[in-house]
């Protein structure tokens, strides 16, 4: 089985930085996509961004020029970096692994962290 925990958030201030971090563990032998959603209660979960094994980067609108994803494909982690923080900000945000192929397995699944609170105060 592959578990993805995610580390990182808390309760901020508005332009303050913080740093989220995503470990999938399990007997893995490539994953294609990693990325951050985030979700408000009432509202769909939103892709913030993703990150193919290549290093190849994609990003909502929202948060483009202020969140950076990397990847650190030896570890199997991913990382958001988030700065210029804003209230709107706020959500509870989830790590995702797409492509996920485990070793002596012919398929490949999507997985899902169990999410990390993010707070931002004005």
């Known amino acids: 089985q592959v578990q993805l925990v995610e580390s990182g958030g808390g309760l901020v201030q508005a332009g303050d930085s913080l740093r989220l971090s995503c470990a999938a563990s399990g007997s893995i032998f490539s994953i294609n996509d990693m990325g951050w959603y985030r979700q408000v209660p009432g509202k769909q979960r939103e892709l913030v961004g993703s990150?193919?094994?290549?290093?190849?980067?994609n990003y909502a609108d929202s948060v483009k020029g202020r969140f950076t994803i990397s990847r650190d494909n030896a570890r199997n982690t991913v990382y958001l970096q988030m700065n210029s923080l804003k209230p709107e900000d706020t959500a509870v945000y989830y790590c995702?692994?797409?492509?996920?192929?485990?070793?002596?397995?012919?398929?490949?699944?999507?997985?899902w962290g169990q999410g990390t609170q993010v707070t931002v105060s004005s």
């Open positions: 990150v193919t094994s290549g290093g190849s980067t």
């Open positions: 995702n692994a797409q492509g996920v192929r485990m070793i002596g397995r012919g398929f490949s699944l999507t997985y």
